[in-house]
């Protein structure tokens, strides 16, 4: 997301509330756009369903299916997702940008073998289901899996314009075979979804290459020995795997969840009100991508450009302090939107729940997610700040952390029984946040030395 901020900025420029409501209306949509199109088209997918199809329960599986194929297609895609684009990154630096289609080829190949032999390797679990469903799961977790390597590389591209339009075409088009597939059911549902993300994928690849154009017709050099980050390929597994960690303990657990298809179950007293809760973020990141991606990546581009042009110690240290004074504005920024949020959702938290036809005895646990979703926001935050100082390994440190304490503490809430259900979440998010913090701290206060004694001497 580097720089996406800097295009957003001319519209923070139009005089009173017109251009603060244009600039963080567009970051909501640059940074949230995508996922809350899912979000919304899955739901509408699942109204036309029960409308048009006979068989709910065939809704409900759909809708559980296709939850685990979105969770799986991004945990297998994460590692790929950085590498990508770590290597897009350095060409357009290079200004080699004829580079970036061919690999992006590539690596999509790769992604394409590694999902299918994923769902060759699951597919005995799901012997018991008709072979035309068998096909369309394997095909969309392929699709899915591809979805997301084009939508990182349009993103660091800052062509959030096509993203938007890849999304919405696909769940347009899944909207419209709804009505004609709903009569078959789940399987019609799933072939609907399918098509509408086939579509995304096209529209994705049509942009890029319009674009970049494509020198050649496939290239390695992002895969090559020496272009292979480890800690980038870490962090995308540990951060995509943290994110679900506490969605699948409960779903793997047979005393908080069902079977509905094959491997994939269903937790009725965890899924509805955390999915719910993952809604309120989208304040939060709007303020992340004004605040961080525009006005500390301005200052932060000012600090290190000093260092490369031999600027006066007192220089850069003023700027160092301005990248500072940036950085506080935005967790300050973030904080108290997503507070603001949460007082929000706890005054309007029954009448939420009841539009979504959601029990009130999940109240509680919709109250404590969106806690652990401020949180979040806030570690989403000082990680991307650790990338713009380039601490790779130390974000790879901190996700697998989060991977593991939101694993253990969920599975202690768990034992504890119902009435903690979710703090597993919030303290994972805590913890890692903590620690976050108290490395930023020591980073940002030992820079300047760092970046001088880490850099290559020549003889």
Known sequence: MAGVGFSLRPLGERPGYTGLVGLYGAAALVSSGPWLLSVVGLLLIGVLGRRFSADPQGVERFQVCVTWLLATSLVLSGPLQLQLTRYIADQVYLRRSERITPNLFGVLLVMSVLALASAALAAHWFGDEPLGYQVLLA????????????????????????????????????????????RYAEVGLLGAFVAGQACVLLAGLRAVTKELGCSEPIAWGCLHKQAIRVDLLAVGLFYNLGIWADKLVFWLNPATSRHVAGLFRASDVYDLPVFLAYLTIVPGMAVFLVRIETDFAERNSAFYAAIRDGAPLSRITSLLDAMVDALRTALADIGRTQLLTLLLCVWAGPSLLAAFDISELHLPLFYV???????????????????????????????LLFLLTNALATWGSYRLGPRYYGWGFVVAAAVTLSVALTALNRTLRFLVRDTFMLQRVSA
């Open 139 to 182: 095909l969309g977790f392929v699709i899915l899996s591809n979805v997301w390597i084009v939508t990182c590389v349009l993103t660091g591209l800052r062509r959030h314009g096509p993203v938007l339009w890849s999304f919405g075409s696909g769940y347009f088009v899944m909207l419209a075979l709804c009505p004609i597939l709903g």
């Open 369 to 399: 997610d969106v806690v652990g979703v401020l949180l979040q926001v806030l570690l989403l935050t000082l990680i991307s700040v650790f990338f713009y100082l380039d601490r790779c390994r130390l974000v790879a440190k901190l996700t």
